[in-house]
T-cell receptor, first 112, second 114 residues
Framework: GENVEQHPSTLSVQEGDSAVIKCTYS??????FPWYKQELGKGPQLIID?????GEKKDQRIAVTLNKTAKHFSLHITETQPEDSAVYFC???????????FGAGTTVTVRA | SAVISQKPSRDICQRGTSLTIQCQVD?????MFWYRQQPGQSLTLIAT?????????ESGFVIDKFPISRPNLTFSTLTVSNMSPEDSSIYLC???????????FGPGTRLTVL
């Protein structure tokens, strides 16, 4: 089955700086890669996703990049704000399966 | 995206009892899932709730412990049976919907077993 590794497990950044979270996956058939943000006491919220037919996708201050050859994808948050503090999960899904495989999560703390 | 609600939002239960969690989606969805998130951990898929048939369970999860119902395309229940403290977790309902098969999550049910 798919194995998704996520790094780092914790990330502390100064407000205004950028944050980068990296994930690798094992199954070359995976073609869908979503990112979720989970705030304390809430369910995971889909914030951005990317499919294997593109290399990069942006939505305001967040962007995701995908390198299919290396089997890794990354989340970039620019101009971080205190409300970006949360746990972020990456995930992967292949076209032959209906299940998402999740990374272990990254706790992001934005220092004011 | 469809709005997902769960009841109860949290509960504290005694060992040996059972709790049924309800999940309601505000529009018809093809697929519904149940996940467990143990304290400080990632999400683990328990089962896929199939409309009109038995749920499909993942390795390590069995129907006797986690019976699931899905009577229609907008509603599902998960029961945590004969609970022990190890069952203390967040239980999340999820659906897959939309033209791009995105997956969304409910707010979760926070269960504490004493």
């Amino acid at each position: 089955g798919e194995n998704v590794e996520q790094h780092p497990s914790t990330l502390s950044v100064q407000e205004g700086d950028s944050a980068v979270i990296k994930c690798t996956y094992s199954d070359s058939a995976s073609n869908y890669f979503p990112w979720y943000k989970q705030e304390l006491g809430k369910g995971p919220q889909l914030i951005i996703d990317i499919r294997s037919n593109v290399g990069e996708k942006k939505d305001q201050r967040i962007a995701v990049t995908l390198n299919k050859t290396a089997k890794h994808f990354s989340l970039h948050i620019t101009e971080t704000q205190p409300e970006d503090s949360a746990v972020y999960f990456c995930a992967a899904r292949d076209s032959n399966d209906y299940k998402l495989s999740f990374g272990a999560g990254t706790t992001v703390t934005v220092r004011a | 995206s469809a709005v997902i609600s769960q009841k109860p939002s949290r509960d504290i239960c005694q060992r040996g009892t059972s709790l049924t969690i309800q999940c309601q989606v505000d529009s018809q969805v093809t697929m519904m899932f149940w996940y467990r998130q143990q304290p400080g951990q990632s999400l683990t898929l328990i089962a896929t709730a199939n409309q009109g048939s038995e749920a499909t369970y993942e390795s390590g999860f069995v129907i006797d412990k986690f019976p699931i119902s899905r009577p229609n395309l907008t509603f599902s229940t998960l029961t945590v049976s004969n609970m022990s403290p190890e069952d203390s977790s967040i239980y999340l309902c999820s659906d897959r919907t939309g033209p791009y098969n995105e997956q969304f999550f409910g707010p979760g049910t926070r269960l504490t077993v004493l």
